[in-house]
C-alpha cells in the first residue's frame, strides 16, 4: 500500500514521503490517526506541486539548520550529576539532560531530536549525542558528565 506521510513517523520516514507499508499498518494505524493518506495519483500530483512550492522556503531552513548545527558543535557541554562509589552515577543522564544543557546555553531543542550514543549513560566521563535539526541536517556533538559538587 502506498501512502503519502503528513507528518513525521519514526522508522518510517518524514512529512510528504511516499512511503510503501503494509496494508493493515496503513488501514488500521496511519491512515486512522491523520499520518498518512492514500498515494493517488491526484494526490500526488498536489504533493510535486508542494514540494515545488516549499523547495525554496526550505533551503533556508536548512542554512539556518546548519548555522545551529555549528554553534552547537562549538558548545562545552558539562552536566552535573549526583555521583555514588566511584564514577556511577546516581539514576542516568539521557537525552532529556542534554536538551536542558543546551537550552542553558541557548540553544531549545526538544529532546525527541536528541539521541544518546549507546542510551542512557551511568558513569561520568566525556559521550556523543546525534542531534536532528533538520531531516537533512544532523549534528554530533560531545558532552561531558561530570560530579556535583
Not at 525554496?56 to 545551529?68: L, R, S, T, V
Amino acid at each position: 500500500m502506498e501512502l503519502i506521510l503528513k507528518q513525521d513517523v519514526e522508522n518510517l520516514g518524514f512529512k510528504d514521503d511516499v512511503v510503501t507499508v503494509k496494508n493493515g499498518y496503513g488501514r488500521n494505524f496511519l491512515i486512522p490517526t491523520g499520518h498518512a493518506v492514500l498515494a493517488t495519483s491526484s494526490a500526488k500530483k498536489v504533493l510535486a506541486e508542494n514540494l515545488k512550492q516549499r523547495a525554496f522556503k526550505e533551503k533556508k531552513e536548512i542554512d539556518e539548520a546548519n548555522a545551529i548545527a555549528e554553534a552547537i558543535k562549538a558548545l562545552d557541554i558539562k552536566i552535573a550529576s549526583k555521583t555514588g562509589q566511584g564514577d556511577k552515577l546516581f539514576g542516568s543522564v539521557n537525552n532529556s539532560n542534554v536538551a536542558e544543557a543546551l537550552a542553558k546555553e541557548g540553544h531549545t531543542i526538544e529532546k525527541k531530536f536528541i539521541s544518546v550514543v549507546g542510551g542512557n549513560v551511568k558513569r561520568l566521563g566525556k559521550y556523543d549525542a546525534s542531534v536532528r535539526l533538520h531531516r537533512e541536517v544532523s549534528a554530533d556533538i560531545q558532552f561531558e558528565v561530570v560530579a556535583q559538587a
